[in-house]
C-alpha cells in the first residue's frame, strides 16, 4: 500500500517556500504565486494588477493564471503580451495534480484574488495583497479556514491603525470643498493609479458634485472599472473638457504618486495607508486611505482562518516583528516566509529540503506511465540539474518504498 503522503516525515509532504514567488509543492506538482521571474517550471498564479504581483505577465510562455479583471487592468498599463493565460474567476478552481486552487475576493483592488491551495494532506491559503471591511469600491476579503496561512503584512505594526473609512473620506471632502477650493487651488490626490484612485473618484462622485478629471494612467485603469459595472464620473486631464476644469480651478485632480504636476494652483495630498505615519508639512496633506489590512485587521484575519500555522511575507523593517507579535497573543506558530521549506510540522531541515528537491526532479523527469527509464540516463539528467549519484540513487529507493517508482534489471518506471 502506497505511504499517505506527509507521513512520517515524508519529502513528498505539502510545502511552501519563498523562491522568486511563493512557490507550494505537493506530491511532485507545485504551483507559484505572484512569480518574480520566470526560472520556476509551475503554473503561475496572479493574484491582481499591481506591478509588484503581475511580472509573470512579462513571460508570454509562462503558463498562468488569474482573473479576467487582472488581464484587463494589465493590459491598460502596457501588458499587451498576454501568451499562454487562463481566466479563473473569483469562486472559481483550477486543478494541478493533486493540488486544486481555489479563488477568493481579496477586497484590495478589482479582479484581486486570494490563492487557496488544497490538497489531501492539509491547505495552504495565500492573501496576496488584501484589505478588510467594505470599501467605496471593494468587497472586504474573504477569511478562508486553512492550515499553512501565508499573509502579507505590510502594516503589520501596530502603528499602522487606519481610521473608519467614512472619516477619511469626509476628511478628503472637507479639505478639498472647504480649505483648497475656496482658497483658490485645486484639491490633488496623489495615489496609485489602480485602487485608491477609483476609490477616490467613487468617494468625490457620492459626497460632492466637484468634477473629477484623472491623470491618464487614472483614467486607463478606471475604463476598466466603468467595463465591470462601477459607476465611476471622471474627465481625463489631457482632454479638452479636462483642460477646461483646470484651467478653471473648479474640480478635483487625481494622479500617480510620482508624476508631474505642471499646474501652478495646486494643493497636493497623498492618499495610502502610509499617510498613516506622515505628517502634514509644506501643505502635504495625507489622508490614510488604504486598500491594504492594517495591524488590527491582519490579527482579526488570522483569527478568522483558524490556521495552525502563520507564515508572513511583504512589510519592511517597521514589521519585521510581527510573526514573532502573532505567536505571543494569538499563541499560533509564526514566522516569515523564506526560502526554506516551511511544511504542517514546521520547518524542514535543510537535509530534508535536498532530498525532497531531488526526489521532484526525479518525478517531474519519469513523466510517460510505462516508459523505461535507463540509470545511467537518470543519473546524468539528475548531475545536469546539481544532483550527485549518491543523492539521485537515495532519492529512487525512497521513492520505490514510497511505492511511485518501479524498478527491475534495466531501470525505473512509474509505479
Known amino acids: 500500500m502506497r505511504a499517505p503522503f506527509g507521513s512520517g516525515g515524508s519529502d513528498l509532504a505539502l510545502t511552501v517556500r519563498r523562491q522568486g514567488g511563493v512557490v507550494i509543492e505537493y506530491a511532485g506538482e507545485g504551483i507559484i504565486l505572484d512569480p518574480t521571474t520566470d526560472a520556476q517550471r509551475y503554473p503561475a498564479f496572479v493574484s491582481h494588477a499591481h506591478a509588484d504581483h503581475a511580472a509573470a505577465f512579462r513571460y508570454p510562455s509562462m503558463v498562468k493564471y488569474s482573473t479576467e479583471p487582472t488581464r484587463r487592468l494589465l493590459q491598460t498599463s502596457g501588458s499587451r503580451r498576454v501568451g499562454d493565460w487562463h481566466h479563473v474567476p473569483i469562486g472559481g478552481r483550477v486543478k494541478i495534480g493533486d493540488i486544486e486552487v481555489r479563488l477568493h475576493n481579496a477586497g484590495h483592488i478589482l479582479g484581486s484574488a486570494e490563492f487557496e491551495a488544497a490538497t489531501p494532506e492539509g491547505t495552504i491559503l495565500y492573501t496576496g495583497d488584501f484589505s478588510l471591511g467594505d470599501s467605496y469600491t471593494m468587497k472586504t476579503a474573504e477569511p478562508v479556514r486553512c492550515d499553512i496561512l501565508v499573509i502579507e503584512t505590510t502594516f503589520g505594526a501596530p502603528m499602522f491603525a487606519f481610521p473608519k473609512r467614512s472619516s477619511i473620506a469626509l476628511d478628503i471632502i472637507r479639505w478639498a470643498t472647504l480649505e483648497s477650493i475656496p482658497g483658490g487651488r ?22 460632492t458634485k466637484l468634477p473629477v478629471v484623472t491623470a491618464r494612467s487614472v483614467t486607463r485603469a478606471s475604463d476598466v472599472y466603468r467595463e465591470y459595472g462601477y ?5 481625463d486631464a489631457d482632454s479638452p473638457e479636462g483642460q477646461e476644469l483646470l484651467d ?5 485632480l487625481i494622479t500617480p504618486k510620482g508624476s508631474k504636476l505642471n499646474h501652478e494652483n495646486l494643493e497636493v495630498a497623498f492618499a495610502s495607508g502610509w499617510a498613516a505615519i506622515m505628517k502634514r508639512r509644506d501643505g502635504y496633506r495625507p489622508f490614510p486611505l488604504s486598500d491594504h489590512a492594517d495591524f488590527r485587521g491582519l490579527l482579526s484575519f488570522i483569527r478568522l482562518c483558524h490556521p495552525k500555522r502563520v507564515l508572513t511575507f511583504h512589510g519592511g523593517a517597521m514589521t519585521r516583528d510581527f510573526a514573532d507579535y502573532v505567536s505571543r497573543r494569538l499563541g499560533i506558530d ?13 520547518t524542514a531541515s535543510q537535509g530534508e529540503t535536498r532530498r525532497k528537491a531531488c526526489c521532484d526532479q526525479l518525478l517531474y523527469i519519469l513523466r510517460i506511465p510505462g516508459f523505461l ?8 539528467e539528475m548531475a545536469r540539474r546539481g544532483f550527485g549519484r549518491s543523492e539521485t540513487e ?20 512509474l509505479a
Open 394 to 413: 537515495a532519492a529512487l529507493q525512497h521513492l520505490i518504498e514510497l511505492e511511485l517508482l518501479a524498478q527491475d534489471e534495466q531501470g525505473f518506471r
Open 373 to 380: 527509464y535507463m540509470t545511467p540516463w537518470l543519473v546524468k
Open 248 to 252: 478653471s480651478g473648479k474640480c478635483a
Open 231 to 235: 459607476s465611476l464620473d471622471y474627465v
Open 186 to 207: 485645486i484639491p490633488t490626490l496623489r495615489t496609485d493609479s489602480i485602487g485608491n484612485a477609483q476609490e477616490v473618484i467613487s468617494i468625490f462622485n457620492r459626497m
Open 334 to 346: 509564526a514566522r516569515p516566509l523564506t526560502s526554506r521549506e516551511e511544511t504542517l510540522m514546521g
